[in-house]
Structure formats: structure tokens, C-alpha cells
């Protein structure tokens, strides 16, 4: 090949090598930002349904309870009634307060004298439901006790006629604190959560709770942007540049943000899941070493065949195709935010993919060549593990399923969910095993607080005397306590599905 047409081969490849790069280095970026999202809102869905199941059982408790006579009498079992509610979450409701039916405060707990007679009909949340009859949620707001707060408020009934309502104050960060404060992805993610209103009611940036988002964010345009979609009950995800704390120091930084609202009364809340791009692009660090790695290696490669005729060309051609699938391989493992670990056939560790070090903390330099039982397992759980890995390995079992506790780097005790298969050589024998791990702890802890939640309800609703149906959202009977069914005969089969 004359060197003038070896030098436009090279230019050639080089510039296809560097279109390749960008456009595999974007794609990962994209992907990594896509998967990102979606964690944020898996996220955000299940703070969403925590909130709103305990709203609910707040609701349907205050509203059950206000229908007894004591209650709309205020006489002294009234007044212990009132009382009780204070402690169902004492760390989040911090008054009880009996208002009537022309929106004057007639009792309150903590006792305060000073309250009691006050006329709050002009609050908006009051007018509306002195309006409505139904229960409302408040704005923050400052409470006549003079502290802000959220005003829970449900009416009170005897038969239909109305005696005013039943409600409770909230530290209006207390409850948002508690579903959202443990949600992080990376060392830069965080949650925050804002009212209809726009004022966020709880956000781990000091000095931006109880403040509007739209004061907080007003030199950031992609914040603003969000935030009246936000105040709109619109679901979705944004990308926008604000400051980012790091190691004291305050930078500017794009960060991708999850927003979904939750419905709480006749109001509705916005849940924010927010990361910086930064953590997508350090992640990116070695695939993008690997593919400049691999672009330098493949000019140097083929210019050396090139140099030695088409014969050789064709050589360079077919390794330029194993590198090509080597680097897709690649950057597959190295981007999939499912762990992924192979084990040679003594159980000792070959590959550990970034995912891997999430999950369990260890980094790749320490755990090849390790055996498993040194890193991960629990004591009461290694010998079944290791009776798995033999069944697998002699053919008894070529994959297998479980979901089991292991150990972290730091001693924790995470649950995932393991998917494993034997690897075997072009002559079917066992050359080892791979792993695909998921740490599914948050999700089990979720759904164990989901399930305890609606095993209260029932239990409240089961032990009341007055006979209760739930419908669901369009008219349909879901569920009927045992009081309904001796006051009407009717069981839940009979009336499931109707109107």
C-alpha cells in the first residue's frame, strides 16, 4: 500500500474511531442519565405512596371519630377523644383543635386560652371546608397558637347535620422528613418536597425549608421552570443548573431532577428527586479510558498490518470486529446498575463490576481472588450457599433464583436478589459461575411499612361499630368492615365489583 494512501486510510480511521467514541461515550451518558431517572422516580413513587397511605389513615381515623356525640358535645370523654389523636404521630402533630360550625376555635390541645374563641372562618382552608364539607388540607400557614403549620382539618357530623370540624396542626416538615431524608443516589442526591403553593415544606438545604421555591431557586430559571409545573400537579423530570456543595465548596452543576405529585385530601404535594450530573460522569471515567484505550490501540494495530499488505489488512479488519465486541461487552458491564460477579470454581471472585461496588462497598481490587465466604456471606447462610455453587457446578441445577441477606464492606446487612448460572467451556464443562445481584433492601423495607399500614387500617376499621364501605375511584364496592355486614347481611362477594 503506497504511503500516501496508508496516511488517508489512517486520517480515516482515526476520525471513524473518534465519531465512535462520542457517539458510544454519548449513548452511555444518555443510558446512565435514562437508568439515573428512573431510579429517582422508583424513589419518589414509594415516598409518594407512604405519604399518602399515612394521610389516609389520618383521614379516615379523625373522620371515624368525629362523628361521636363527645366529640361534637366536647364533653370530657370528648376532650380525652381529641387528646388521643395527639399521640398517634406526636412527633409530626403538634395541636388538636375542635373548631364550629361558624369557624370559632371552641377547644384546643396543648390547652391555650388565648386561641379559644377565636374566629379563623377567614382562613382559606377553614372557609372551604365551612363551605365544602369535605376534608381539606392546608397551605403552611401561621397558626393563631403562632407557630407554622399545616392544618389538617375533617368536618363533623351528627347524622347530616354539620357541628363544624375535628383538626390537626402538623410540623409541616416532620412527615416529609421522615419518607425522604434516607433518599440519596450518589454523594450528591437528595429530596425535597414542596406544597401547591410552592413552599417547600421540607428540603435538607439549610434555610430553604418553609420558604417558597420560588424565592429559594429565583437566580436558577430550570428550577423556576419546574417549579410551575410542579404548582400545576404536573408529573415529570427536568434538567437544570444550580450551585452543588462539595468538600465546602460551592460550584455550579447540572443536575437531573424526578417531580411527581401526591395527592393528599383535596390538595396535593410535589416530591423532587434530584442528582448532579457529575455522579453520571464519574461513572463514565473508565468506560471512557477503556474506549481511548481501545481507539489507540486499534490505530497502532492497524497501521502495523496495514503496512504489510491486504493480507494483513484482513487480519487487522477481523480484530478490529473482536474489539468492537469486546468494548460493547465492555461497556455493558461497566454501565449496568445491576451487579455483575463471575467466580471461578473455587468460589473465588474473577470480575466485579461497578454496580458490585455500589451494592456492597468493596472495590474491584479487593475482592479478586477472594473466596465469597470472605466478603459477603453471613455465617447462617454460607453452607447453603456453598451446596448451591457445587449443585450448579456438577449439573444438577445449571441456574438458580434467591433472595437472601448479605454483608456489606461496613458491616451492614442489605437483601438482594440473586440470579446466577454456570459457565461452561465449548465442551460443556464447568468453567465457573456468574451473578447478576440487585440490593432490593429499601424496596422490602417499603413494602413491610406499606403492609403495616394497611394492616392498621383494617384493624381500625374492623374494630369500629358503625358499619363502613369503601368504594373505589370509580364507584365500586372494595371492601366492607364486619359491622356493615351484621347491621346489612351483605358480604363483600355479594356487592364486590357493584355500585
Not at 130 to 149: E, N
Amino acid at each position: 500500500m503506497k504511503p500516501k494512501y496508508l496516511m488517508v486510510f489512517l486520517l480515516c480511521l482515526l476520525g471513524l474511531c473518534l465519531y465512535l467514541f462520542y457517539m458510544i461515550y454519548s449513548g452511555a451518558k444518555e443510558n446512565a442519565i435514562a437508568e439515573l431517572n428512573n431510579r429517582q422516580s422508583i424513589h419518589a413513587k414509594q415516598a409518594k405512596s407512604g405519604i399518602e397511605y399515612l394521610f389516609s389513615d389520618l383521614i379516615t381515623y379523625l373522620t371515624k371519630v368525629s362523628s361521636s356525640n363527645h366529640i361534637i358535645n366536647l364533653d370530657e370523654q370528648g376532650i380525652n377523644e381529641l387528646g388521643f389523636a395527639l399521640n398517634l404521630y406526636p412527633e409530626a402533630i403538634t395541636a388538636i383543635t375542635r373548631v364550629d360550625k361558624k369557624g370559632r376555635i371552641t377547644f384546643t390541645i396543648p390547652y391555650n386560652a388565648a386561641v379559644i374563641g377565636q374566629d379563623i372562618s377567614s382562613q382559606k382552608h377553614v372557609k372551604k371546608i365551612l363551605r365544602t364539607r369535605k376534608p381539606v388540607i392546608s397551605d403552611v400557614f401561621t397558626a393563631v397558637q403562632g407557630y407554622r403549620a399545616i392544618a389538617l382539618h375533617v368536618p363533623v357530623f351528627s347524622g347530616n347535620e354539620f357541628h363544624g370540624t375535628r383538626a390537626i396542626l402538623i410540623n409541616f416538615s416532620t412527615i416529609p422528613k421522615r419518607f425522604l431524608q434516607d433518599i440519596q443516589i450518589g454523594e450528591s442526591g437528595y429530596s425535597w418536597m414542596t406544597s401547591k403553593e410552592g413552599i417547600e415544606i421540607y428540603c435538607p438545604v439549610p434555610g430553604h425549608t418553609g420558604k417558597a421555591v420560588f424565592e429559594n431557586s429565583k437566580e436558577f430559571p430550570g428550577i423556576l421552570s419546574m417549579a410551575n409545573l410542579m404548582v400545576e400537579g404536573e408529573e415529570g423530570v427536568a434538567s437544570y443548573m444550580s450551585i452543588r456543595i462539595r468538600d465546602q465548596q460551592r460550584e455550579m452543576a447540572k443536575h437531573h431532577a424526578v417531580y411527581l405529585p401526591v395527592k393528599i385530601a383535596d390538595s396535593f404535594w410535589t416530591i423532587v428527586v434530584v442528582s448532579s450530573e457529575n455522579e453520571i460522569l464519574a461513572s463514565l471515567i473508565s468506560l471512557k479510558n477503556k474506549l481511548i484505550m481501545i481507539v489507540c490501540l486499534l490505530l497502532f494495530v492497524s497501521f502495523l498490518f496495514s503496512y504489510s499488505g491486504m493480507k494483513a489488512w484482513g487480519i487487522v479488519r477481523e480484530a478490529a470486529k473482536r474489539k468492537k465486541v469486546e468494548k460493547a461487552l465492555a461497556t455493558h458491564l461497566q454501565n449496568t446498575p445491576i451487579g455483575a460477579i463471575s467466580w471461578d470454581l473455587n468460589f473465588k471472585t474473577v470480575e466485579w463490576n461497578p454496580a458490585a461496588e455500589n451494592i456492597f462497598g468493596y472495590n474491584r481490587e479487593e475482592v479478586i481472588g477472594k473466596h465469597i465466604t470472605e466478603l459477603i456471606l453471613p455465617e447462617d447462610i454460607k453452607e447453603l450457599v456453598e451446596g448451591i455453587f457445587q449443585d450448579m457446578l456438577t449439573g444438577k441445577d445449571g441456574d438458580s433464583h434467591s433472595i437472601n441477606e448479605n454483608i456489606t464492606k461496613d458491616g451492614r446487612r442489605i437483601i438482594c436478589d440473586w440470579y446466577n448460572t454456570a459457565l461452561k467451556d465449548v465442551d460443556g464443562r464447568s468453567i465457573g459461575m456468574a451473578s447478576l445481584v440487585n440490593d432490593i433492601t429499601e424496596r422490602i423495607h417499603t413494602e413491610e411499612a406499606l403492609k403495616e399500614s394497611e394492616e392498621r387500617l383494617k384493624t381500625i376499621l374492623s374494630a369500629t361499630p358503625d358499619p363502613i364501605v369503601i368504594y373505589s375511584s370509580q364507584g365500586e364496592t372494595e371492601y366492607l368492615n364486619p359491622s356493615f355486614v351484621e347491621v346489612f347481611g351483605w358480604t363483600l362477594d355479594e356487592l364486590r365489583g357493584k355500585r
